[in-house]
């Protein structure tokens, strides 16, 4: 998912193959080619995880998130120590499952992604959720996201880079339910950049987003 300080990079949709920018934001690749898409895909399992250790975020009323079964992710960060990283590090595991859950519903206003998502990180997001919509298709298959640096500026706002491996991760058809497999390649690795401020609910909304697929930082 694109979500850095940048602009919906171009979608390219055809019959045979779904080629989709990062979700909002601008991805870059190391040789332009795009073979699955950036950030997209979250599902039912993960590995450790950041506990919700922040009081006014766990306070939130959150929106429920159900996903389809089919769909696995896997968070390989844990808890910091520090509340504000590990709520960051928490929130961005919703806003990912969040994105995914409105392309299965097909709803480029869902209300859940809304809940993370705010300013230029929102009208990048929907654009790429119904570039999904247009094409009849959702995200299927397992993603792994790795390699987190979580920078808090002050109390409101931080930053977060980290990977994702979309190697076994696919778009799916809805109408056929044909899976668009594709061979795992250096741009199945994607970094992320995110800009993310707290709000009044006490939620890490993602503000700005930027990706860089097939970065070197993110590769096996």
Do not use: H
Request: charged share 25%.
């Amino acid at each position: 998912m694109n979500r850095r300080p940048a602009l919906l990079a171009a979608v390219a949709l055809s019959a045979a193959v779904l080629s989709l920018s990062a979700c909002g934001g601008k991805e870059s690749s190391d040789d332009g080619s795009n073979d699955k898409i950036a950030g997209a895909g979250t599902g039912g399992e993960k590995s450790a995880s950041p506990s919700q250790s922040s009081s006014e975020s766990a306070a939130a009323t959150r929106p429920k998130i159900e996903l389809p079964a089919d769909l696995k992710y896997t968070f390989e960060w844990s808890t910091t120590g520090d509340k504000d990283e590990d709520a960051i590090l928490s929130d961005t595991e919703q806003s990912i499952q969040a994105v995914d859950l409105a392309i299965a519903n097909q709803a480029p206003l869902d209300e859940a992604y809304l809940y993370y998502y705010e300013g230029e990180a929102a009208a990048q997001t929907e654009q790429f959720i119904k570039a999904y919509v247009k094409a009849k298709a959702r995200t299927t298959g397992a993603y792994r996201y790795y390699n987190a640096t979580v920078n808090v500026s002050d109390a409101d706002n931080a930053s977060l880079v980290y990977c994702e491996d979309q190697g076994k991760g696919y778009d799916m058809y809805l109408k056929t339910k044909k899976v668009n497999k594709t061979a795992v390649t250096k741009n199945s690795y994607v970094l992320y950049i995110l800009q993310l401020r707290k709000n009044d609910k006490g939620v890490w909304a993602v503000e700005e987003l930027d990706s860089q697929r097939g970065s070197t930082k993110c590769q096996p």
